[in-house]
């Protein structure tokens, strides 16, 4: 009786290990083992019908979303024969392919090219920097507004950057030193008159 227990103990611990082998196929090791371990080869066919995370879940669970990801439209050429350009518009615009309808979805509308579907996120794109030019300005004279109203009480603002190289606001009052983010600055500043 103890040796039918120990070789069934055995079997499941061999058959996990082949499941969790196949798990690292699909990243689910875990449940490859344990579907391995009590449904042996039938739990090795049950993993491969896991359902899988999209590539972006997968790479944002492990790195940063991918907004920061992108390359910087500044460093690319702005022209559709280009592939940094068109890998920008395609990672910034989620360009992907549907295969219920066999077409291209980019912003919840479908498209029969991937060409088509990159002329319209590149038309998104020139949207967007049109209205870039006026919302730095705003943002600028915002800011100048909130220097303006610190320098009137004595503080001191001026702007560095981090090891992301994203910008931080250093305030220097009579209190000390303090960090914010822009929308912490906003949020403590933008609304006193």
């Keep these: 009786m103890e040796f039918g227990f120990d070789f069934l103990l055995f079997l499941g611990l061999i058959t996990g290990v082949v ?4 798990g690292m196929f699909v990243e689910k090791v875990l449940a490859g083992f344990w579907l391995g371990a009590f449904l ?11 359902p899988r995370e999209p590539i972006e879940e997968r790479n944002s669970s492990h790195h940063q979303a ?3 990801n992108l390359t910087s439209p500044l460093s690319v ?8 350009y068109k890998l920008y518009l ?7 392919r549907n295969d219920l309808f066999q077409k291209f979805e980019c912003k919840e509308k479908l498209f029969e090219s991937l060409d088509e579907a990159l002329a319209f996120a590149n038309e998104l794109e020139k949207e967007e920097r049109e209205k870039e ?3 730095k300005i705003f943002l600028k004279q ?6 303006k109203d610190l320098n009137k009480r004595n503080i001191n603002l001026w702007v560095e950057h981090d090891k992301n190289n994203e910008r931080i606001y250093v305030l220097r009052d009579e209190e000390g030193v303090k960090s914010f983010t822009w929308n912490e600055l906003i949020l403590t500043f933008g609304n006193r008159k």
């Design 19 to 22: 499941g969790m082998l196949l």
């Design 40 to 50: 042996g080869p039938i739990g090795w066919i049950i993993v491969f019908l896991l």
């Design 66 to 68: 991918p907004s920061n």
């Design 77 to 84: 050429e702005r022209d559709l024969n280009s592939d940094a």
């Design 90 to 96: 395609g990672k910034k615009y989620e360009i992907q």
């Design 133 to 135: 030019p006026s919302k």
């Design 142 to 147: 915002v800011l100048l507004e909130i220097r």
